[in-house]
């Protein structure tokens, strides 16, 4: 083989393996988040942070924690916002002193442990939670279909929706479907889907403010559940966050012409106010 046949191929060679490795260096990121207080831990994949976790992201355990930073790729970004830290500053896992550990864990491991500083929103002052949404409402609607599904599998559709804000003026919508023939139990469940599609929006001060007037009225305030035995318009969760707790609000087969919601229609105000934020169109039964 003469010495220019050889460097042809030794320049293919480079431009063939070039995107490869470009591909392989290319870092994945991680977060790894304080939610409910900052009491508890999640771990998951992708460039932002969810305003919904999904269960199966929780880590129970500092060793859970380990186990589970052990098996990420190498070069893993691993972005924590440390809402909890001890005296000196440095970050609470679990328990204090596990900080050091676990950062030397993730060198040995070659992840990358990035901590989000205060100035990117993330405070150290758990009264003001930065990551609790203010106002959450989880929709379920059930389509009907025609397919012919064997005995334990779903026979309908279902199409889900998370609309969250949050007390810095940001929104999300997270959106997802499950076809027909599913699982009926894990169908039902509110676990988001991977195809599901989150959309960002932000609220005016002003918005926010008349919001926050609406979720103080005393009619919100003593909302408790609503459960009808017949069919109706699809299920929700509410959560309002409040200086005494989180007000939980479950919703069984909405039925808009119910006489409860004609006498008392506060609870479909809270909802047709929820898709008025987020931009939806609204349900031909929301109020003008």
């Known amino acids: 083989m003469n010495v220019k046949r050889l460097f042809a191929i030794v320049v293919i060679f480079t431009a063939l393996i070039a995107p490869l490795r470009s591909q392989q260096t290319q870092a994945v990121e991680y977060r790894l988040e304080n939610f409910d207080s ?7 994949s992708g460039g932002g942070w969810r305003s919904y976790i999904d269960p199966k992201y929780v880590v129970q355990s500092f060793e ?9 790729p190498l070069g893993t970004k691993l972005y924590w ?5 001890d005296p000196s500053d440095k970050p609470i896992l679990f328990s204090d002193g596990q900080f050091d550990q676990f950062a030397k864990f ?15 929103g993330i405070v150290q002052d758990e009264s003001q939670e930065p990551r609790q949404p203010l106002f959450v409402i989880r929709e379920r609607l059930y389509t009907p279909s025609t397919a012919f599904c064997p005995v334990g599998k779903a026979v309908y559709g279902i199409s889900y929706s998370v609309i969250s804000v949050f007390p810095d003026k940001r929104g999300s919508e997270t959106i997802w479907s499950v076809l ?15 195809n599901a599609k989150t959309n960002d929006f932000a609220l005016s001060p002003d918005a926010l403010a008349e919001l926050r007037s609406f979720l103080d009225r005393p009619a919100v305030n003593s909302l408790r559940d609503f459960m009808n035995a017949g ?7 509410i959560e ?11 919703v069984i087969s909405l039925m808009p012409e119910h006489d409860e919601l004609k006498h008392d229609p506060t609870l479909i105000q809270v909802i047709c106010k929820a898709k008025q934020i987020a931009g939806d169109e609204r349900p031909a039964w929301c109020p003008n």
């Not at 069919?231 to 969760?237: F, S």
């Open 38 to 44: 900052a009491a508890k831990f999640a771990l998951y």
């Open 231 to 237: 069919y109706g318009g699809g299920d929700y969760e």
């Open 240 to 250: 309002i966050r409040r200086s005494s707790g989180v007000q939980r609000i479950p």
């Open 106 to 120: 993730c060198r040995d491991h070659d992840v990358e442990l990035l901590l989000i500083p205060s100035s990117q």
């Open 180 to 194: 027909p023939c599913s699982d009926a139990v894990r169908a039902i469940e509110w676990a988001v889907s991977a």
């Open 81 to 85: 916002n440390a809402l909890k830290r």
């Open 64 to 72: 859970e924690l380990e186990q589970r930073v052990g098996q990420l």
